[in-house]
């Protein structure tokens, strides 16, 4: 099971880019990464999954090196309603709903 | 609005009551799951079910008892519970094997006094 790591918090202001990074370098070859994002005291919502290279939607990018021991979220331009908690997670797609593991994110503030 | 619907948003309860949440999803997905969030802890997964059948059982005491009736309504029975079962308790859907992609609802706030 491939743990990852990332920053506790991460601070930022509005209209500038944020790069969030998230190591796990025991990825195996079937795993792919996936990106939450959590509101307070609301449900976590699916961002964004990816494989390698680059993957991009109305929300983020994601840039997985060519060895996939890392990868980084980016959010463009953020605004104040990008605070969140911001969580990595490395998943087989032929492995169980059990192996799903959110571990503690990245707080992410936004100031003016 | 992710589809996902959970009642009640808050509640309270003694620690002899017995009371239900209700989950709803609207997305046509046919796996549904039960995550309890503590205060400053990680999301813990707490059942999974798959076309209404309970597919994963993460050592939950039995006085959190889930109920899956169709493919579209789940419930989490609750009893005797404890102080230290105060958390928000999510409720999320996923589609046949796409259980990466879930989908949350807003959650029950639980206390338990």
């Known amino acids: 099971l491939a743990k990852t790591t990332q920053p506790i918090s991460m601070d930022s202001y509005e209209g500038q880019e944020v790069n969030i990074t998230c190591s796990h370098n025991n990825i195996a070859t079937n795993d792919y990464i996936t990106w939450y994002q959590q509101f307070p005291s609301q449900g976590p919502r699916f961002i964004i999954q990816?494989?390698?290279t680059k993957v991009t939607n109305e929300v983020a990018s994601l840039f997985i090196p060519a060895d996939r021991k890392s990868s980084t979220l980016s959010l463009p331009r953020v605004s104040l309603s990008d605070t969140a908690v911001y969580y990595c997670l490395v998943i087989g797609r032929d492995s169980s709903a059990s192996k799903i593991i959110f571990g503690s994110g990245t707080r992410l503030s936004i100031r003016p | 609005e992710t589809g996902v619907t959970q009642t009640p948003r808050h509640l309270v309860m003694g620690m002899t009551n017995k009371k239900s949440l209700k989950c709803e999803q609207h997305l046509g997905h046919n796996a549904m799951y039960w995550y309890k969030q503590s205060a400053k802890k990680p999301l813990e997964l707490m059942f999974v079910?798959?076309?209404?059948?309970?597919?994963e059982n993460n050592s939950v005491p039995s006085r959190f008892s889930p109920e899956c009736p169709n493919s579209s309504h789940l419930f989490l029975h609750l009893h005797t519970l404890q102080p230290e079962d105060s958390a928000l308790y999510l409720c999320a859907s996923s589609q046949g094997a796409r259980f990466y992609e879930q989908y949350f609802g807003p959650g029950t706030r639980l206390t338990v006094t």
């Open positions: 079910y798959n076309f209404k059948e309970q597919t």
């Open positions: 990816g494989y390698k």
